[in-house]
């Protein structure tokens, strides 16, 4: 009987390790070289307009640097959290059907009529027959 407890209490091992972000210095790796690629490139076009400098704006990814290392210090997920929040805030295309608020609908197919036209347009430059279809004047119910 102490064994089949001792089992059931050893359960399985979990892989937690693959579920997490890989870290440079506290810092996830893709933002990280993200921030430091775009400053990278930003200096490279820079120079030569700017001459020396345009090795300044090497400077800048160092506030966002911290920034991100003192967000992720808990939390290695913290910037992707962040990541959506912001999404989901530039995302307010509904917000005037909802009184302002943001919402996430279920389904966006069909909500919009350039969802249709885009749809019609597709499928028509995919046949042989080369025929012109209109996708202006398209009946939709959501106007």
Known sequence: MREVENDEKRGFPTFNALGRAALVLGIPVVPLALVAGGSLA????????????????MLIPIP?????????????????????????????????????TTTLLATHFGRNLNDYQRFVEQHTEKTDLRRYVPAQDIPTYHR
């Open 42 to 57: 930003g200096t490279m076009l820079l120079l030569t307009i700017l001459k020396g400098k345009a090795l300044l704006l």
């Open 64 to 100: 966002v640097v911290i920034f991100m290392k003192t967000v992720s210090r808990n939390d290695d997920q913290a910037l992707k959290i962040i990541g959506y929040e912001l999404r989901c805030w530039f995302y307010r295309r509904n917000a005037a059907l909802f009184n302002g």
